[in-house]
């Protein structure tokens, strides 16, 4: 599954290799603004259907393990795969 027309200030990380305008893994950092407000903490959010997971390649499962030590602050930089992760999301 994916999530398209975010509200605020979301840095993409991943999207559906069929349709870049989808976003499959996004972060929202503290203080982000919001339609009402700002974030409080680090948002990492992940959109896979219930069936979703039996397709995530070996580096769509770090990307998502690095997004959560990430998002837990144990690694201090965003992730940023910088085209080089073949991840097939919802394909």
């Not at 993409?12 to 349709?19: E, F, K, M, S, T």
């Not at 896979?48 to 990430?70: A, C, F, K, N």
Request: charge should be negative; aromatic fraction near 6%.
């Amino acid at each position: 599954m994916t999530c398209s027309g975010f509200q605020g200030d979301a840095d993409i990380i991943a999207v559906r290799v069929d349709n870049e305008k989808l976003a499959a893994m996004s972060v929202y950092e503290e203080g982000t603004k919001l339609i009402k407000g700002a974030t409080k903490t680090r948002h990492v959010n992940i959109w896979p259907h219930s069936t979703g997971w039996e397709m995530i390649t070996d580096d769509g499962l770090q990307l998502i393990e690095r997004s959560v030590l990430y998002a837990l602050g144990r690694i201090p930089q965003a992730v940023n795969p910088g085209n080089a992760l073949a991840v097939t999301w919802g394909t």
